[in-house]
């Protein structure tokens, strides 16, 4: 009995010194302004106060980003309670088919869609933090600008990198059409598929950090996700599952694969 204890005990430490994921970023991107929201015409047209959210995983050295997914019991879920903003002209479900010279227009750089890394054609995304400020997209019609009293004048969040990681869908071809750029739907969710990258995904070496960003949202309502995600490890074949809820197995959880902002908070009626 000492001995299968001090196994089950050995094999527990191992499992906390091997998990991948360090932390789960929320970054809000960018607010709409009066001027985003007049200045362009759209289908489904971007909100006032419009808030877009990016989401990354941080991960430790020698990891990468083998898959966003859904499975029974583990739904993957991300919501508004409004809608999702997709740019009508110029957006897609997956940002490496949305050219550089495009994102110079009007509101491009806010469309919503799922990402293992890219914030554009050839582009890597970064954290506004990490952001070197060496080139930046100049927007069109003074939009998202200096002007307009936003950092993306100085700090755009992507990096001009060539070849990026592209996600590849299984069982959502469907699904991701809520990223789609005549959407105007406020759920994504899947219990049966996901993206993935052949290959795994792994954050800019230049930047001696690893972060992926996993996908792009605006939106004016309450935005939130549980997520469950598939790690490669240093060492080949073997990977690590983390999901949101009811971990079986060999599943590892994360706090920061839950999420909830609320823009509204409703009163509660008083008696």
């Given at each position: 009995?000492?001995?299968?204890?001090?196994?089950?005990?050995?094999?527990?430490?191992?499992?906390?010194?091997?998990?991948?994921?360090?932390?789960?970023?929320?970054?809000?991107?960018?607010?709409?302004?009066?001027?985003?929201?007049?200045?362009?015409?759209?289908?489904?047209?971007?909100?006032?106060?419009?808030?877009?959210?990016?989401?990354?995983?941080?991960?430790?050295?020698?990891?990468?980003?083998?898959?966003?997914?859904?499975?029974?019991?583990?739904?993957?879920?991300?919501?508004?309670?409004?809608?999702?903003?997709?740019?009508?002209?110029?957006?897609?479900?997956?940002?490496?088919?949305?050219?550089?010279?495009?994102?110079?227009?009007?509101?491009?750089?806010?469309?919503?869609?799922?990402?293992?890394?890219?914030?554009?054609?050839?582009?890597?995304?970064?954290?506004?933090?990490?952001?070197?400020?060496?080139?930046?997209?100049?927007?069109?019609?003074?939009?998202?600008?200096?002007?307009?009293?936003?950092?993306?004048?100085?700090?755009?969040?992507?990096?001009?990198?060539?070849?990026?990681?592209?996600?590849?869908f299984f069982n959502i071809d469907s699904a991701a059409l809520v990223f789609g750029n005549k959407s105007n739907k406020k759920e994504f969710s899947t219990n049966n598929g996901g993206w993935f990258c052949?290959?795994?995904?792994?954050?800019?070496?230049?930047?001696?950090?690893?972060?992926?960003?996993?996908?792009?949202?605006?939106?004016?309502?309450?935005?939130?996700?549980?997520?469950?995600?598939?790690?490669?490890?240093?060492?080949?074949?073997?990977?690590?599952?983390?999901?949101?809820?009811?971990?079986?197995?060999?599943?590892?959880?994360?706090p920061g694969l839950i999420y909830e902002s609320r823009k509204n908070k409703s009163k509660k009626n008083k008696k």
């Open positions: 009995m000492r001995v299968l204890v001090g196994l089950v005990l050995i094999m527990f430490s191992f499992n906390s010194l091997c998990q991948g994921l360090e932390r789960v970023i929320v970054e809000k991107f960018y607010t709409a302004s009066d001027l985003d929201t007049i200045s362009e015409l759209h289908t489904f047209p971007l909100s006032r106060n419009s808030i877009t959210y990016r989401v990354y995983l941080d991960l430790k050295p020698g990891y990468s980003l083998q898959a966003v997914y859904g499975s029974p019991g583990h739904d993957l879920k991300i919501k508004t309670s409004t809608f999702f903003f997709n740019h009508s002209e110029h957006g897609d479900v997956i940002p490496n088919v949305i050219p550089y010279r495009t994102l110079t227009k009007n509101t491009v750089m806010l469309d919503s869609w799922l990402s293992v890394g890219a914030s554009g054609e050839d582009s890597y995304a970064l954290l506004l933090k990490d952001d070197d400020t060496l080139e930046t997209v100049k927007h069109t019609k003074f939009l998202l600008s200096k002007k307009n009293g936003n950092i993306l004048f100085e700090k755009d969040g992507l990096k001009v990198s060539g070849k990026v990681p592209r996600p590849t052949l290959g795994g995904a792994k954050g800019l070496d230049s930047l001696g950090t690893n972060k992926i960003l996993i996908g792009q949202f605006t939106t004016d309502g309450d935005f939130s996700f549980e997520l469950n995600v598939q790690l490669g490890t240093p060492t080949i074949g073997v990977s690590e599952k983390y999901v949101a809820v009811n971990p079986v197995a060999s599943d590892f959880t994360h």
